[in-house]
């Protein structure tokens, strides 16, 4: 209806009809260190006030911006608007970087506006961008964090609290207001989400990642099937059963503890097929324990001795039959009887033992590999129970989990202390079932 | 779109010129068949192809008349604003809000066109200071005016960049 520019003054006067009308103040240039605001400091003109004025009167309406990011300009119909708040013109360092392109001449903002809505469990916000498109539009949306803020995360896009979903076509003329078109990762290492919208005004979209999860699932070893989500044959009846991530390719696949002959069998895929590794490795009676002792994003396995209540941690793999050799660290920890198992307790990135003995349902764990006390303990579970670690909703550490053969039940707790289960699953197991955790796979 | 076409065919060997002419009035919502001549109306002739080309310009006299000579043949589209109170919102013919709706006047050799008239609305004014939030005054903030109602619709401004 009419524009306006501030003089050196900061005043600005613009005739227009009788009438009432929405005010919006935005700074002129391209990219501004001011935000933008509707009359009466509303964020979004969704929620703001409109202005009545009358031919021949001044209607007098003030307003203050704040200090802030901004990118906005008035695009013609299929132009694109990015941001790149800190002019390096190449990698992410803000939250979050955006293009948007409209399809229609629009005047497009976007700036970081606080999302109010939380996020569901699990989900953390990378940042947040506010896109208002003057006009009714289509627009096309890139929304980018930096490599080093999504490496090995799934990334999602919020609006209310609420995930995008993939777009998908609900039929003639009819839009879903908002979807996610692709997610992809750029030649720099950055990760993009790219939505759509259909906009009458502006939306806050939240971008967020979650950490890779752990899910907990079975091995029945009296067939050798694996029941990870996806389901195949591996190893012999009465093997020994352990998952890691063998290749380091962030997937956790089978392996097989022949306690028979000694010798472990490795695949690197979550199908059915012949062993990629193989080597000998312990002594009778050992318990294998697979994990990331050392941080490297690679997992191996280590042995704990049930007769000495020994640790004794290695660091790499064998390979084409040969004898492992010693453990890089070995030390004391646990009473005979206690059942091991390893989880990164603290989110350092590294596995470290755990015991739980069953007869008391007492939890304990430590935060290194070195001799010492349990840095913490608990009670959880009943006797019988066999117990698991895992990050079961990405809070970058790993909490308990038990697997009761009794009613085939999984209880997964979100914290490492006393108290009920944050969550069950109970499956058609077969009795000889072997509860593993493994990396959820997502796409 | 409405092409005005009008006046007398230039006599040989004379150049080929012609005149735009009319009378402004202010638009009276209360009284529709009233009609107040208004002085001091700057109108200008655009080239119909180009907004930035204005081809001559006038004004209007105390009884709201203009007439502006001397035009070459061609199509043009006619602006009337008030260059000296800004007491009137500005309009194109035939009572457009831009050039690009505004209606083509054609102009044939050494023809004439009468009766491009407008009717201007009184004007109402939004004003006010920007500030940040110390206080001091931010200079080169684009103020948006928005019709409140509008919900679909495409913005009719074009903000600089």
């Not at chain 2, 109108?43 to 070459?72: E, K, M, N």
Request: charged share 15%; glycine share 12%.
């Amino acid at each position: 209806m009419g524009e306006g520019v501030t003089d050196a003054a900061g005043f600005y006067e613009v005739p227009v009809p009788s009438g009432s009308y929405h005010l919006l103040f935005v700074p002129c240039a391209v990219h501004a260190s001011h935000t933008s605001s509707w009359f009466d400091g509303a964020p979004l003109r969704s929620s703001a006030k409109a202005v009545a004025v009358v031919a021949g009167a001044t209607t007098y309406a003030n307003a203050v911006l704040a200090a802030g990011e901004l990118t906005s300009a008035l695009l013609e119909s299929g132009a694109t608007l990015s941001t790149d708040w800190e002019g390096d013109g190449a990698t992410v360092t803000d939250p979050i970087e955006a293009s948007v392109t409209t399809n229609v001449p629009n005047l497009v903002l976007i700036d970081q506006t606080p999302a109010s809505k939380p996020l569901p469990v699990g989900w953390a916000r990378i940042g947040d961008v506010t896109l208002q498109a003057i006009a009714p539009s289509s627009l096309s949306a890139a929304l980018t964090a930096d490599a080093s803020r999504v490496r090995g995360a799934e990334l999602g896009v919020f609006v209310d609290g609420l995930r995008l979903v993939p777009c998908r076509d609900l039929g003639v003329g009819i839009f879903m207001a908002w979807c996610v078109q692709r997610t992809a990762q750029l030649a720099d290492g950055d990760a993009t989400v790219e939505i759509s919208l259909q906009m009458f005004s502006e939306r806050t979209f939240t971008l967020a990642i979650r950490r890779a999860r752990d899910v907990p699932g079975v091995v029945e070893t009296a067939s050798g099937l694996w029941r990870l989500g996806i389901s195949f044959y591996f190893g012999n009846p009465g093997d020994y059963p352990i998952v890691g991530d063998w290749n380091c390719d962030g997937t956790d696949t089978p392996g097989m503890y022949r306690q028979s002959d000694g010798f472990v069998y490795l695949r690197n895929s979550n199908t059915q097929g012949a062993a990629d590794t193989r080597f000998f490795f312990g002594n009778p009676g050992d318990i294998p324990l697979a994990g990331d002792f050392d941080g490297d994003g690679c997992d191996t396995i280590s042995i704990y001795r049930p007769a000495e209540g020994r640790m004794y941690v290695i660091n790499r793999l064998g390979s084409g039959d040969g004898v492992l050799g010693q453990a890089e660290v070995s030390y004391f920890f646990g009473n005979p009887g206690d059942k091991p198992f390893v989880g990164d307790f603290n989110g350092d990135g590294i596995d470290t033992l755990g015991l739980h003995r069953e007869s008391s349902g007492l939890v304990y764990f430590r935060n290194s590999h070195s001799q010492g006390f349990a840095d913490f303990s608990f009670i959880y579970g009943n006797p019988g129970d066999r117990i698991i670690a895992g990050d079961w909703i990405g809070q970058g550490f790993d909490t308990v989990g038990i697997y009761r053969p009794s009613n085939l039940t999984f209880y997964l707790r979100y914290s490492n202390t006393t108290g009920n289960a944050d969550w069950m699953m109970t499956r058609r197991f077969d009795p000889s079932a072997h509860p593993v955790t493994s990396v959820l796979v997502t796409g | 779109m409405i092409l005005a076409t009008l006046g007398t065919p230039a006599a040989v060997g004379q150049v080929a010129t012609a005149d735009i002419s009319g009378w402004v009035t202010e638009r009276i919502p209360q009284s529709p068949f009233s009609f107040l001549p208004i002085q001091d109306i700057c109108v200008d002739v655009f080239d119909s192809a180009d907004a930035l080309v204005i081809v001559a310009s006038g004004a209007t006299a105390s009884d709201g008349t203009y007439l502006i000579s001397g035009i070459p043949a061609g199509d043009y589209k006619v602006e009337f604003w008030d260059c000296t109170q800004g007491a009137f919102l500005s309009e194109f013919y035939a009572n457009e809000p831009s050039f690009e709706s505004a209606d083509v006047v054609r102009l044939p050799p050494g023809a004439s066109a009468s009766n491009i008239n407008a009717q201007l609305d009184r004007a109402g004014f939004i004003a006010g200071t920007v500030t940040d939030t110390s206080g001091a005054p931010l200079p080169d903030i684009c103020v948006e005016v928005l019709a409140s109602w509008v919900v679909r619709g495409f913005i009719d401004g074009r903000r600089r960049n």
